[in-house]
């Protein structure tokens, strides 16, 4: 993968573990909760799962399969089977909410769903653009 990509890949993970965390303290804020109770492993297990999530997308927008929702779910069951199976040795570590697999699911659908409607748009003004002008 060449420089460009890389740093392409860090920005857009950089941003979304950003926005996700300022939502997360501005929920909690709101909610008068003044420190975050799961501590710092909630931030690395957040970091892991936005991990997971980026290299899905990477896969969403690389493979070779088409159509495209075909390539966008060859993408998401693994990486949504992996980071239930990241929440479940999270368990061996601490014990889980009870809605743990649920909120999991919710948040990395939701992420996965939105950057897949980002990409489709992308994918159709592209070619919309390159595609020659019938007359």
Do not use: Q
Not at 56 to 78: D, E, G, S
């Amino acid at each position: 993968m060449s420089k460009k990509l890389w740093i392409s890949i860090v920005s857009v993970y950089s941003i979304i573990y950003t926005v996700i965390t300022l939502l997360n303290s501005v929920l909690y804020l709101n909610h008068g909760i003044y420190e975050d109770p799961s501590g710092n492993w909630h931030e690395l297990d957040r970091a892991i799962i936005l991990l997971i999530g980026v290299a899905a997308f990477y896969l969403c927008t690389n493979l070779p399969v088409k159509p495209l929702i075909f390539r966008y779910a060859a993408a998401y069951v693994p990486s949504l089977l992996l980071a239930f199976i990241y929440v479940w040795f999270s368990g061996l570590r601490e014990e889980l909410a009870r809605t743990a697999y649920r909120d999991i699911w919710i948040n990395f659908t939701g992420l996965f769903i939105l950057l897949c409607i980002v990409n489709t748009v992308v994918c159709v003004y592209k070619k919309k653009r390159t595609s020659p002008l019938k007359e």
